[in-house]
Every structure is written in structure tokens, then in C-alpha cells.
């Protein structure tokens, strides 16, 4: 039997969690779970508790770590069980009874596979979630090897299988990324050791994220933790292209669009950001490149 384990975090989740855990432990192949909770002040602690004889490992950080840090500290817990794959499953998502199943499935039926991901649907079910839509749609290819999977270079880490022999490769994520951005660099990490990373077609899952808006300052944020991503991934042989489209031209299309002035030139400003960091980028992308594990 395989041994998988689903990784979530928390942080002021009670809106979500309840229905997130509900479904995990509804899935129809045998998983144990582990929630990191990083210093949650809202109803959290007592949902966990109300799951208590469950198979659940609880670790309470006392802080926010940010996604990254909380995940490994999950993630090596279940290394150190003998993991055989994990499940990165965010707060706000929710599985299918064979979600997971299928896409254990199809991991050892094709073990060019390192990072899997269903199709990501809204809370109810009713539409695709639209960001995953875009991927979906424009930025996905057919697998070679598979009728059932789709080949991307990124996918939201909301809902993710991976191959824990791959990551113990490839490295955990990496403490550069504080907040955003962990994700892309993860999978950048694979794609450099050739390790694929797919959606399958067949499989559904649910991501509740429709009524929450991020603000224009987040949103650069974002794009930034983006931008060191593709600085680090020696993959990028345009880093020049990468700094034109963050620093010149996204912020000629966010004015056009109607970002406030103020927040295009906090964009712009985040160059200085990058200067302080310039050592730790150029060390991060030669350890990529070298492909030490993290």
C-alpha cells in the first residue's frame, strides 16, 4: 500500500477548513494527514481538535512562516515517515473521493512524471478556477506519453501530487521565498532536472477563492516574487527579456489598464529590492544549476 500524505496549511482558515478536511478524509485511497498551522488567531485550532482520532500530525509554528516554510516543515515530517508521495492541498480546497487515487494512478503508470495536478475548479464545482483556466487553456501541451495529461511549465500549488523520490532530488522550497513565488521556483527546479509536471484531465478538484480580491500593491508583489524566479531558474536564458516586462512594460500595460500611479511606481521601485538581493539570486541560480538539493 502506498504511503501518502496530505500536506495543508493553515492560517485563519475556519471559513474553509472543516469542508477541506471532510473531503480529505473522504478520498477513496488510505492518506494521513498533516497540517501546519502558522499562528492562526480565529476558530482553526478548535476545527483541527474537533478531528481529533483522525489520522492527523498537528504542528503549530506560533508564527506566520509563509506558505513555503510551513510546507516543508510538513513535507519532512512525512519524509521521515517514509512518504512515498504528498499532496499539497491549500486550506481553501477541497478533493474529490478519487482525486487523489487517480492521480497516484497515473504517477506510476508514467514515472516521467514529478508534480501532478487535477483540474482545478471553483468552490462549487461550476466553473474552472480562473487562473487555472488560463493555464489551462493557453499555456498547456499534450503529453507524449500520456492521452490523460496535459504538460505545463506552472500550475497553482493549490492542489499538487508530487513524487517524494523526485523531491528528495530536487530539493524542498527554497527559504528565499518568503511569501509567492516558492511555487514557480519548485517546479522550475523540476523542469531543470527534466521531470515533468502535468494536469490530468480526468481528475476534478475544487479551489474556493472567487469572493476574494487582491489589491494592485499585491499584485506586484506577486509579479516580483515571479521575477526572482525566473532570475534563479537557470533554465531562463532571457533574464533581460524577464527584467524588461517586469520594470518597463508591465507597468505601461497595468496604466493603460488603470493602476493607480502611485502603485506603478512602487513597481518600478522594486528595483532597488532586487539590487539587495542580487547575491542571493546569483548564488540560488548557480546551487539550480548545479541542481544541489535544497
Request: with cysteine.
Amino acid at each position: 500500500m502506498k504511503i501518502i500524505y496530505i500536506i495543508i496549511v493553515t492560517y485563519n482558515g475556519e471559513k474553509w477548513l472543516k469542508k477541506c478536511l471532510e473531503s480529505s478524509f473522504c478520498s477513496d485511497i488510505p492518506v494521513k494527514i498533516v497540517i501546519i498551522d502558522n499562528g492562526s488567531t480565529d476558530n482553526t485550532l478548535k476545527i483541527v481538535e474537533s478531528f481529533s482520532g483522525k489520522r492527523i500530525h498537528f504542528i503549530q509554528t506560533g508564527e506566520n512562516l509563509g506558505f513555503g516554510k510551513a510546507n516543508n516543515l510538513g513535507i519532512n515530517y512525512a519524509l521521515e515517515q517514509g512518504a512515498e508521495f504528498v499532496y499539497l492541498l491549500n486550506q481553501d480546497a477541497y478533493l474529490d473521493a478519487n482525486t487523489i487515487s487517480g492521480l497516484v494512478k497515473i504517477m506510476e503508470s508514467d514515472y516521467s512524471y514529478g508534480i501532478l495536478s487535477p483540474m482545478q475548479y471553483n468552490g462549487d464545482g461550476s466553473r474552472l478556477d480562473k487562473n487555472f483556466e488560463d493555464i489551462y487553456t493557453k499555456r498547456s501541451t499534450k503529453s507524449p506519453t500520456s492521452s490523460d495529461v496535459l504538460n505545463v511549465k506552472f500550475v497553482m500549488a493549490a492542489h499538487w501530487l508530487i513524487r517524494c523520490s523526485m523531491l528528495q532530488m530536487v530539493g524542498l522550497f527554497d527559504p528565499l521565498f518568503s511569501h509567492y513565488g516558492e511555487d514557480n521556483d519548485l517546479i522550475n527546479r523540476f523542469l531543470y532536472r527534466n521531470y515533468l509536471v502535468g494536469i490530468s484531465v480526468n481528475y476534478k478538484a475544487y479551489h474556493d477563492r472567487d469572493d476574494r480580491k487582491i489589491d494592485e500593491k499585491k499584485q506586484i508583489d506577486v509579479a516580483f516574487q515571479g521575477l526572482i524566479a525566473q532570475l534563479t531558474n537557470p533554465g531562463n536564458k532571457n533574464i533581460l527579456l524577464s527584467l524588461f516586462s517586469f520594470f518597463c512594460k508591465s507597468p505601461i500595460i497595468y496604466l493603460i489598464k488603470g493602476m493607480k500611479i502611485e502603485n506603478c511606481k512602487y513597481q518600478f521601485l522594486k528595483i532597488f529590492t532586487l539590487f539587495k538581493l542580487r547575491k542571493k539570486i546569483l548564488y540560488t541560480r548557480r546551487k539550480n544549476k548545479l541542481a544541489i538539493p535544497i
